[in-house]
């Protein structure tokens, strides 16, 4: 399996930005795809996870969502109000396993490489 995140940047606070992660290499529906991001020196956060169902941190519900195309093969990351905190590096992965272990990174079998986002206040 392969994951290739895009769609990272610089943005103001408040704005808006989506970001794209491919999947190549297996069946995509097989999977549960999720979100990640990790600050300088923070642990790696859970963001949202989606499979046959969504569920977004309750931490972040409200501005961001998460969608998946099984036809083409990509998950996606929309996230609105952005607040420099929000600065991070951002990295989709997949895992298979049971729906309730979809917030630690330990079940996921997969991640790509990561996608810069930064917010500047």
């Known amino acids: 399996v392969q994951l290739q995140a895009s769609g990272g940047g610089l943005v103001q606070a408040g704005e808006s930005l989506r970001l794209s992660c491919s999947f190549s290499g297996s069946t995509f529906r097989n999977y549960r795809m999720g979100w990640f991001r990790q600050a300088p020196g923070k642990e790696r956060e859970f963001i949202a996870v989606?499979?046959?169902?969504?569920y977004v941190s309750d931490k972040l519900k409200g501005r961001f969502t998460i969608s998946r195309d099984n036809a083409k093969n990509t998950v996606n990351l929309q996230m609105n109000s952005l607040k420099p905190e929000d600065t991070a590096v951002y990295f989709c992965?997949?895992?298979?396993?049971?729906?309730?272990?979809?917030?630690?990174?330990?079940?996921?079998?997969?991640w790509g490489q990561g996608t810069l986002v930064t917010v500047s206040s």
């Open positions: 989606v499979w046959n169902q969504q």
């Open positions: 992965a997949a895992g298979t396993g049971p729906w309730s272990l979809r917030t630690s990174p330990s079940n996921y079998n997969y």
